[in-house]
């Protein structure tokens, strides 16, 4: 069974940049496809990154593909999202969650992955 924890949340001014860090356990990790989603309260859970098992696709839909970076250290068992520019609007909770899959294919849907964090909170201010 595999368990992620996210990490590195805070509050950071509007045009900071924050990394989050997603740490797996259990399992084969360098064998999941990891992806991030946000979601606020209220709203839909939102799809911003996901990469394979080597890191070597990466998907992000084009309304953060400017300012967000995945990448993975399978070494680390670790996922990262560099989150750069932020604004208000990305204030907001990140999880990250995890599939078996040696594909290429990255599920942008939540319902594509099996294992979830508990998410780590950015607050951007203005």
């Known amino acids: 069974q595999v368990q992620v924890v996210e990490s590195g949340g805070g509050l950071v001014e509007a045009g900071g940049s924050l990394r989050l860090s997603c740490a797996a356990s259990?399992?084969?990790?360098?064998?999941?496809?990891v992806g991030w989603f946000r979601q606020a309260p209220g709203k839909e859970r939102e799809f911003v990154a996901a990469?394979?098992?080597?890191?070597?696709?990466?998907s992000y839909p084009n309304s953060v593909k400017d300012r967000f970076t995945i990448s993975r250290d399978n070494a680390k068992n670790t996922v990262y999202l560099q989150i750069d520019g932020l604004n208000p609007e990305d204030t907001t909770v990140y999880f990250c969650?995890?599939?078996?899959?040696?594909?290429?294919?990255?599920?942008?849907?939540?319902?594509?992955?099996?294992?979830w964090g508990q998410g780590t909170q950015v607050t951007v201010s203005s």
């Open positions: 969650a995890a599939k078996y899959s040696r594909r290429t294919y990255l599920p942008q849907s939540g319902y594509g992955y099996n294992y």
């Open positions: 259990g399992g084969i990790v360098r064998s999941y496809a």
């Open positions: 990469i394979n098992w080597s890191g070597g696709v990466t």
